[in-house]
């Protein structure tokens, strides 16, 4: 069984959207990949097929049903087995980590949201897992969920060119990346770094490692500390079983 994602949204036809291009784009088209974009408002039941209300309690815009989403989510005919996410500000905020482990496991079914968000007995009674991409707020998640299906899909075997290229780069080992040079060896007086020139692998790798722990040390010590406590950047027990 291919990695698959599910996204509910109310507008399907932002996808695939970026991910039908470049690396993403090629593995959809090959098979190694497969996205479904279902419309939360087949799950609709009325006249107007109206997916959304005024919040409960008063305040502007609006909220997502909870029983027209359960509807759209209960309806995903491979659901089983399946991380169950919805794209949230207040969800638990991504990692590498977490993008590794969905990209391991069989595909997540994620819903988008929209307006002021949705029902929260939705959330709680169909066990969704809350992530937020970062700490800005976005006008839906589907956006959010591009993000994270782009982030899940490189990792795929066969998606991208070399396997080092993953396996190297910032976070995966807790640091950010060193910097990256290519031809021409002369830019408006700028050299490339002579050490990266000198064919010595060694001398190159740890000129690489040095560069990563200061650009970390500088921009992201958060990440210096959380790498010394991975177990920090797991996301609950039951949110990972879903
Ligand atoms: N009123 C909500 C924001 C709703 S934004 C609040 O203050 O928390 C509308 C939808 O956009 C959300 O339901 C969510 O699905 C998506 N969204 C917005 N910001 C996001 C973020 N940082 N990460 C993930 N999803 C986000």
């Known amino acids: 069984m291919t990695w698959r994602a599910t996204v509910l949204t109310l507008f399907p036809d932002m996808f695939p959207g970026p991910l039908g291009f470049s690396l993403a784009g090629r593995g959809l088209a090959t098979g190694l990949w497969s996205l479904e974009a279902r419309d939360i408002r087949d799950a609709a039941t009325d006249r107007h097929r109206s997916v959304d209300d005024t919040p409960a309690g008063g305040g502007p815009g609006m909220v997502l049903r909870a029983d027209v989403l359960a ?18 500000p207040r ?89 990256q040079y290519t031809r021409p060896q002369l830019f408006e007086g700028l050299p490339i770094p002579e050490i990266l020139l000198s064919g010595d692998h060694a001398k190159v790798a740890a000129w690489r490692r040095a560069e990563a722990e200061q650009l970390t040390q500088t921009r992201r010590p958060d990440l210096l500390a959380a790498s010394r406590h991975p177990v920090c950047q797991k996301p609950p027990k039951n949110a990972t079983d879903g």
Do not use: H, N, W
């Open 71 to 88: 509807r759209a989510i209960d309806a995903v005919p491979d659901l089983e087995g399946r991380p169950r996410l919805v794209m949230s």
């Open 91 to 179: 969800g638990r905020p991504l990692t590498q980590a977490r993008v590794a482990e969905l990209a391991a496991g069989p595909g997540p079914v994620i819903v988008c949201g929209r307006f002021e968000g949705i029902d929260q007995r939705v959330i709680d009674a169909r066990q969704l897992e809350e992530v937020s991409i970062g700490d800005y707020v976005l006008s839906g998640g589907e956006i959010a969920a591009l993000t994270l299906i782009d982030a899940c899909v490189r990792l795929l075997p066969g998606v991208m060119g070399k396997l080092e290229s993953s396996t190297d780069e910032s976070f995966s080992a807790g640091l950010l990346e060193y910097p």
